[in-house]
Structures are given as C-alpha cells and as structure tokens.
C-alpha cells in the first residue's frame, strides 16, 4: 500500500505541473521573500499530501478551483515558515539535528507502531520521514521563536484555570488506560453515513475497519492497543470522554482526514487534584492566546518583508 501511495503521489505532483500551462519550467519561481526563492515546484510538492488526503483530482476541472485554493495555502504557510526561519536567524535561534531525531523518536513511540509502521503510515498520508522531520524543525524554531518573542504576552489566570478544571475534571486522572479501536476514512468515504450505521447496529466497528478503514490494523478491528490517558491529546480525549466502553466517537479529523474512535475498554483511574494538573491546564489554555499572537506577530513579518507572489 505505501508503495503504491508514493507511485499515486509522485504522479499527483507531475499533474500538478501539467495544469500550469504557462510555466517555463517546474523551476519558475513562484514567490521571493526578502530575497529568497521558493519554487514552483516546491509549492507543488508541499501541497500535493494535501490534495491527496482531500480526494481532489487535480486534473479534473471541478477540482480546479479547491486545488488552487489548496496550492495558495500552502504557499501562504511557506512564505510564514520563511519568515520565521529569517527571524529565528536574526536572533541567533538554532535547532539541533538531535533534538529533531529525539523528538520524531518520541511520536513514533506514541503511535506505538514500529519504525518501519510508522513510515508505512506516513506515505499513506502522502509524507514521508524526511518531511516529517523538517516539520518537526520548524515547530521546535517557531515555538522557541513564541517563546522569545510572544509568551511573555500572553496571561493564563488562575481563574481561567479553575474553571477549566471544573468543567473538564473527569478527564484528569491518573493511571486510567484505555483500549482503542481506529479507523480513518478515504477521503472520498461518506464518513458520517458508515459511523451512523455502526452506531444504529447495522455494521460493527471490526467491519467498518476491514472494509473501509485506512489507518492501523484494519482486518483487527482498528485496534491501536491500551494507551495511557495522560498521553493522549485533548482533542481525543473530548472524544472520548463521554463514551462508555464499545461506544463510537463522533466523526473528527486525525492528520486532516477523517475518523472515528471506538473504547474498546477502559480503566477509571484516579481523580487527580486541580494542584496537580494546573500546569497542564494552563498549557492547554494557553495554545490558542498563542497561536492569536502568532498570527499577529506573522502579520507584523509581513508588513516589514519584501514579498514577491508571481503564482
């Protein structure tokens, strides 16, 4: 299946360089920002996983106008990623090949897949373990550069904490682990329809997996193995945190494309204390001040740089 992904892939972005007739070559530039060049072909590489998870045929002309969508996007956030790394420089703000290595370790680790799984994963997502860890580099640089630059900005109350706490306090325990089942739609999958014909009983979770599913261990039902509470995302724990075991999530997005959850099992664990999870709170809380102050910090870069958009 990887193979075949990478093969669907590569023609993907030798598509996208057919739709731009006008263009001398996949070298032509498609933007310079304070003097540096990004490709054309660049743009059509970084953008063509997402067209790919969204199910668009670049060649097809009602696809044409999400595509362009999708193409300018992904150069909008190229352009943002060449100003940060421009400012990250200025500031002398460097990222050690170690600390990439370390931390793409750790994520393998939390998917509890083998490393050569995990790859498999990935270029079923149109990525591959290079890209990932540029990504990775580029999200350590950008978090070091908030946190020069906008963190001391950004205020998380001890109110805002509390009241946090109260309305989210089942999903702070300790020891509880849970077991899960996966399964991620192809982009062209009616997702809802199939999840609610699970929920009416007119299909189990094990064959939504074997027929439909294109995350882990399809022909086992989805199932990702007993997973610590405290290691995974808010995100999937508001999922979660209403469903009783052999429940099935609302439809949500894992890596941009469509999925449900199923507990399979779970231990309740022990309630912690609001000292005890503060922290985590105030992390939590304070992620989207961040990212506001991000965009406005960005906004800032841009009015200051001389940039050159010839796509």
């Given at each position: 299946?990887?193979?075949?992904?990478?093969?669907?892939?590569a023609?993907?972005?030798?598509c996208?360089?057919?739709?731009?007739?006008?263009?001398?070559?996949?070298?032509?530039?498609a933007?310079?920002?304070?003097?540096?060049?990004?490709?054309?072909?660049?743009?059509?590489?970084?953008?063509?996983?997402?067209?790919l998870?969204?199910?668009?045929?670049?060649?097809?002309?009602?696809?044409?106008?999400?595509?362009?969508?999708?193409?300018?996007?992904?150069?909008?956030?190229?352009?943002?990623?060449?100003?940060?790394?421009?400012e990250?420089e200025?500031?002398?703000?460097?990222?050690?090949?170690?600390?990439?290595?370390?931390?793409?370790?750790?994520?393998?680790?939390?998917?509890?897949?083998?490393?050569?799984?995990?790859?498999?994963?990935?270029?079923?997502?149109?990525?591959?373990?290079?890209?990932?860890?540029?990504?990775?580099?580029?999200?350590?640089?950008?978090?070091?550069?908030?946190?020069?630059?906008?963190?001391?900005?950004?205020?998380?109350?001890?109110?805002?904490?509390?009241?946090?706490?109260?309305?989210?306090?089942?999903?702070?325990?300790?020891?509880?682990?849970?077991?899960?089942?996966?399964?991620?739609?192809?982009?062209?999958?009616?997702?809802?329809?199939?999840?609610?014909?699970v929920?009416?009983?007119?299909?189990?979770?094990?064959?939504?997996?074997?027929?439909?599913?294109?995350?882990?261990?399809?022909?086992?039902?989805?199932?990702?193995?007993?997973?610590?509470?405290?290691?995974?995302?808010?995100?999937?724990?508001?999922?979660?945190?209403?469903?009783?075991?052999?429940?099935?999530?609302?439809?949500?997005?894992?890596?941009?494309?469509?999925?449900?959850?199923?507990?399979?099992?779970?231990?309740?664990?022990?309630?912690?204390?609001?000292?005890?999870?503060?922290?985590?709170?105030?992390?939590?809380?304070?992620?989207?001040?961040?990212?506001?102050?991000?965009?406005?910090?960005?906004?800032?870069?841009?009015?200051?740089?001389?940039?050159d958009?010839?796509?």
């Open positions: 299946m990887s193979s075949i992904r990478s093969l669907l892939l023609a993907l972005v030798l996208l360089s057919a739709t731009g007739a006008a263009a001398d070559s996949l070298n032509r530039i933007a310079v920002v304070n003097g540096e060049m990004i490709t054309y072909f660049d743009v059509q590489a970084q953008a063509a996983p997402e067209i998870r969204a199910g668009l045929d670049p060649v097809r002309d009602a696809d044409a106008e999400p595509v362009r969508r999708i193409t300018r996007n992904v150069l909008d956030s190229m352009i943002s990623d060449i100003l940060i790394s421009q990250a200025r500031l002398k703000i460097t990222v050690q090949d170690s600390e990439v290595d370390n931390e793409y370790r750790k994520i393998v680790q939390r998917s509890q897949l083998a490393p050569e799984q995990f790859e498999r994963q990935l270029a079923q997502q149109g990525l591959s373990a290079d890209l990932m860890r540029e990504r990775i580099r580029r999200g350590i640089l950008r978090h070091r550069l908030l946190g020069l630059m906008i963190a001391r900005k950004v205020v998380v109350t001890r109110d805002e904490i509390a009241k946090y706490y109260e309305a989210h306090k089942g999903q702070f325990v300790s020891g509880r682990k849970v077991r899960l089942g996966l399964v991620i739609f192809p982009p062209r999958d009616d997702a809802d329809a199939l999840a609610a014909q929920k009416s009983g007119a299909m189990t979770f094990a064959d939504l997996a074997a027929r439909h599913s294109i995350g882990p261990n399809p022909q086992n039902g989805g199932v990702i193995g007993d997973l610590l509470w405290s290691d995974l995302s808010m995100e999937w724990r508001d999922t979660l945190s209403e469903l009783k075991p052999g429940d099935v999530s609302r439809v949500f997005l894992v890596e941009g494309r469509k999925a449900v959850l199923q507990l399979v099992a779970s231990n309740e664990g022990k309630g912690q204390a609001l000292d005890d999870v503060a922290e985590e709170i105030e992390n939590i809380l304070r992620e989207p001040k961040m990212q506001e102050r991000l965009q406005e910090y960005i906004g800032q870069l841009r009015s200051r740089a001389v940039i958009i010839r796509i």
